[in-house]
């Protein structure tokens, strides 16, 4: 079982930057893909990006079209923390984050339906 938590999200201008954080429990962490969704108010909930493990320490960022450039995903492996930085933010970035974690790593990394393990959400709300 994986538990993930996630912090630092607030309200902030457009323009500003925030970096939200993902604590996750459990052994394999390294290996798994680990994901970030949002999900506006009336909206379904969509893919943001998502760290893909490569191998020994290498992994891979990919992101959604709409936040390519702004945002960044990184790992700490040796504190089990995954990252959200984003920067330039904008009103329509204005959601709960989600991180999730697929243990497989192998299929759609923006299908939600590839990720076993949710984090509760962080609220990201960017005024104009």
């Known amino acids: 079982q994986v538990q993930l938590v996630e912090s630092g999200g607030g309200l902030v201008q457009t323009g500003a930057s925030l970096t939200l954080s993902c604590a996750a429990s459990g052994r394999s962490f390294r290996t798994y893909r680990m994901g970030w969704f949002r999900q506006a108010p009336g909206k379904e909930r969509e893919f943001v990006g998502a760290s893909n493990w490569r191998g020994g320490v290498a992994y891979t960022g990919t992101y959604a079209d709409s936040v390519k450039g702004r945002f960044t995903i990184s790992r700490n492996n040796a504190e089990n923390t995954v990252y959200l930085e984003m920067n330039d933010l904008k009103p329509e970035d204005t959601a709960v984050y989600y991180c999730?974690?697929?243990?497989?790593?192998?299929?759609?990394?923006?299908?939600?339906?590839?990720?076993?393990?949710w984090g509760q959400g962080t609220q990201v709300t960017v005024s104009s």
């Open positions: 999730a974690a697929d243990p497989r790593g192998d299929s759609d990394y923006a299908s939600e339906a590839e990720y076993d393990y």
